[in-house]
Each structure stands twice: as C-alpha cells, then as structure tokens.
C-alpha cells in the first residue's frame, strides 16, 4: 500500500522526511481484526522506529487501524512512556520514584540540567541528549539512578552525573 499522501508527496514533520513505509511490516503483524487491542504495541514499535510520535505517524497509525486519530491521541496522551517530540541521541531517563526522590534526584536533574543546559524534554545544544522524568524503573537498590538506552547508572550525586555525561560526550567525539 502507497504511504504517500493524495498530493504525491511524503509527509514531513519539522523539515525532517518520515518515511511511513517503515510503519507496514508492524501495521501488517498488528493489524486486522485485533488491531484495536495491539494499539499500544505499534505505537511502541513506531516510537522505536522514529525516537518519538511525530503528528503524521499517529494520524496514519489511526487511518490504518480503522481508529479515530483523538483515539491514539488520548492513549499517546496518557502514558507517560510516548513522546511526542522528537529526542536526543542518548534519552535519559531519570527516575524520580519515592526511593531515588528521598536519596536526591532532584539534584541529579539540577546536575542535568546545567550540563546540558537544557529543561525536561528538549534536545541538548549538541544534539545528544534529552532527559525525562520517570516513575520507578525498578532498581531502587541503585537509587537516585538514571537509565540511558539499556544502561542503569546508581549511586549518583552530581559530581558522577556530570562525569556519565562527559563520557558519553567523549565517546561520541572520538567517533
Ligand atoms: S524509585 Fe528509582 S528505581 Fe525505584
């Protein structure tokens, strides 16, 4: 099936070309009569395929499922997990569940946020980062800890934060 729309042309979003097709081997598993209970699943798969949810994704997700588009922008809306904008290469996912709240996250997020000099959310000046708040991610043993990508960083204080994120930096210089 075409993903193009009436006019011939891709859809873009922010200047940036999304390229639909990539959508169809998930839309072909996950479609059909159980469409309506996989839709979580597909926005998952799509948010892994495009780092977020950009506007033309869910409106064509919603088309193909047969599903109004204020449908999977209520579920987009309510779980905290989709992200509508996109992100930085490295996502950060700072937990500020009860155990890492009380063992100082809120710093963890100062020492964030004036590395990078960004607010929740935005993408760092260079590119590399976004940062989240999350609710427990499940290694409160660790706390205050952040994830990025598969990695769970523990016992951090500022001084550790900066140096996680420097690393990184790094890494992607001498690259
Ligand atoms: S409260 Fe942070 S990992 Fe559980």
Do not use: W
Request: glycine letters at 10%.
């Amino acid at each position: 099936m075409s993903t193009e729309c009436s006019c011939g042309e891709k859809p873009e979003s922010a200047g940036e070309i999304i390229d639909l097709a990539l959508l169809e081997p998930y839309i072909e598993q996950y479609g059909g009569p159980e469409a309506k209970d996989n839709l979580i699943t597909i926005l998952q798969k799509a948010q892994d395929l495009y780092g977020y949810l950009p506007t033309e994704v869910i409106v064509y997700i919603a088309r193909r499922f047969g599903i109004k588009p204020t449908k999977v922008i209520g579920v987009v809306s309510f779980y905290t997990q989709f992200r509508t904008k996109p992100v930085g290469k490295h996502l950060i996912l700072l937990c500020q569940g009860t155990a890492c709240h009380v063992n100082g996250s809120p710093l963890i997020e100062d020492a964030i946020k004036e590395h990078l000099s960004v607010e929740e959310g935005d993408i760092s000046e260079n590119g590399l980062f976004t940062y989240s708040n999350v609710a427990c991610i499940g290694c409160c043993s660790l706390a205050p800890v952040f994830m990025i990508g598969d990695k769970a960083y523990g016992g951090l204080n500022k001084a550790k934060t900066v140096k996680v994120l420097k690393e990184i930096e790094q890494e992607e210089t001498s690259q």
